[in-house]
């Protein structure tokens, strides 16, 4: 049966640096230093399939699946920003503007939204092999060094990988004996206006792969179709571009 007996704790040093708004500027920088640690991150409703098999493996020694929460960042940096831009009427540029030059290069505003944080934790399952609970396979044992990261196939750049040497990396794993459990981590009037937005998201278009999708499955081709070690989804979403004008009056 699944109980909810897990315990979890958390831990973090949080800093922020706040600039109210000032002579046309104002932001806010935050940075959290933290460490989550837990028995299981997936919630026991969950079940065996649908999330990411976090639940603890050996019911006769809880503490043994004791460490890094699966959603575990250590560090994590945010960020928000709003500026008004030097042009236009009392703006260092183009103070003195008439009022149809100002309602062109007046009013513009410039904000932006910054988030970068630490890679997720992950783990190597072993298959379809129950060393220890039926329904909840072992995690796989590392018994050779591994380099993990974001790592493009020379073959094939659409192919992305968890691992360094792809699907070699296979062999550098082994399945648990019996009653073994591992781990792993947008001028005329003054009651007019006219406004053009133009906002952007993920600006350098990044992309952030999804350790949960990589297939981990050591004993055959993950259910996806996916060979070892390679992701399938990603955390991130492409650039987005919009476009807005709004006239108030």
């Given at each position: 049966m699944f109980k909810?007996?897990?315990?979890?704790?958390?831990h973090a040093a949080q800093f922020s640096l706040r600039h109210r708004w000032?002579?046309?500027v104002q932001f806010d920088f935050n940075y959290t230093f933290s460490k989550s640690i837990d028995l299981a991150s997936d919630a026991e409703r969950v079940g065996t399939i649908g999330g990411n098999a976090a639940q603890i493996q050996n019911a006769r020694s809880p503490f043994q699946f004791r460490g890094v929460s699966d959603f575990d960042s250590t560090h994590q940096f945010t960020s928000n920003w709003?500026?008004?831009?030097?042009?236009?009427?009392?703006?260092?540029?183009?103070?003195?503007?008439?009022g149809f030059l100002n309602a062109l290069i007046g009013g513009w505003q410039l904000s932006g939204l910054f988030r970068l944080e630490s890679g997720f934790p992950f783990y190597v399952q072993n298959g379809y092999q129950w060393p220890t609970d039926w329904?909840?396979?072992?995690?796989?044992?590392?018994?050779?060094?591994?380099?993990?990261?974001?790592?493009?196939?020379?073959?094939d750049p659409s192919i992305v990988s968890a691992f360094s040497n792809f699907?070699?990396?296979?062999?550098?794993?082994?399945?648990?004996?019996?009653?073994?459990?591992?781990?792993?981590?947008?001028?005329?009037?003054?009651?007019?206006?006219?406004?053009?937005?133009?906002?952007?998201f993920n600006v350098f278009n990044n992309?952030?792969?999804?350790?949960?999708?990589?297939?981990?499955?050591?004993?055959?081709?993950?259910y996806s179709?996916?060979?070892?070690?390679?992701?399938?989804?990603?955390?991130?979403?492409?650039?987005?571009?919009?476009?807005?004008?709004?006239?108030?009056?």
């Amino acid at each position: 049966m699944f109980k909810s007996m897990g315990t979890a704790n958390y831990h973090a040093a949080q800093f922020s640096l706040r600039h109210r708004w000032s002579h046309g500027v104002q932001f806010d920088f935050n940075y959290t230093f933290s460490k989550s640690i837990d028995l299981a991150s997936d919630a026991e409703r969950v079940g065996t399939i649908g999330g990411n098999a976090a639940q603890i493996q050996n019911a006769r020694s809880p503490f043994q699946f004791r460490g890094v929460s699966d959603f575990d960042s250590t560090h994590q940096f945010t960020s928000n920003w709003l500026t008004e831009l030097p042009f236009g009427r009392g703006k260092a540029i183009a103070g003195n503007a008439n009022g149809f030059l100002n309602a062109l290069i007046g009013g513009w505003q410039l904000s932006g939204l910054f988030r970068l944080e630490s890679g997720f934790p992950f783990y190597v399952q072993n298959g379809y092999q129950w060393p220890t609970d039926w329904d909840l396979s072992g995690n796989g044992y590392q018994t050779a060094p591994v380099k993990t990261g974001t790592f493009h196939s020379p073959t094939d750049p659409s192919i992305v990988s968890a691992f360094s040497n792809f699907s070699v990396a296979q062999n550098s794993f082994r399945e648990p004996f019996l009653g073994e459990a591992g781990q792993w981590q947008m001028p005329w009037a003054e009651g007019q206006s006219l406004q053009l937005r133009w906002e952007v998201f993920n600006v350098f278009n990044n992309t952030r792969f999804d350790a949960v999708s990589a297939a981990y499955n050591s004993s055959i081709l993950d259910y996806s179709g996916a060979a070892f070690g390679q992701y399938t989804r990603l955390l991130t979403n492409p650039r987005v571009m919009q476009f807005g004008l709004r006239y108030e009056f």
